[in-house]
């Protein structure tokens, strides 16, 4: 299986990266520039073939290690293989 | 519009961040993890109506200060409003 964990900050809390970089794309002369948000986009190879035990296999380990469950939020998509049909799914 | 953008350490390119975290998942008990990639998931708002306008600004975005060309590849969604009907867009 190829996962893939999209994770941000939750809202309201102080995302000075993402701050920094909507300021650095207004001084680029960009418009239009509203909230930027900075998270991380974690890919990772999963050798488990039941979907629903990767599933549970992937929580575990956004809790455990990936994400901090304080500050941030994460969605996972698990595909089969690399860049097919993947399946959505939310925490 | 509501730009969500991927960037991924190009293949090749050492990624000292995914392999600790490959290792401590290990660590942590996790059987079957693979390749681990660690990159950047960032979420930003833009006040394009135009679709290609927006896809041709987030590019130019990405190359000029959001990603590094040279050791990262990226892809990117844009979607009208908050979390509907993305559309999808590789570089």
Excluded at 2 to 12: H, I, N, Y
């Amino acid at each position: 299986m190829l996962v893939k964990v999209f994770v941000s900050p939750r809202k309201g809390i102080l995302d000075p990266q993402g701050r920094a970089v909507a300021q650095s794309l207004k001084s680029l002369g960009f418009d239009g520039v509203g909230q930027v948000n900075i998270g991380r986009y974690i890919v990772l190879e999963l050798d488990i073939s039941d979907a629903e035990q990767a599933r549970a296999t992937v929580r575990r380990m956004c809790d455990q290690l990936l994400t901090n469950p304080n500050i941030e939020d994460y969605t996972f998509e698990i595909a089969a293989a690399r860049d097919e049909s993947p399946e959505n799914q939310s925490r």
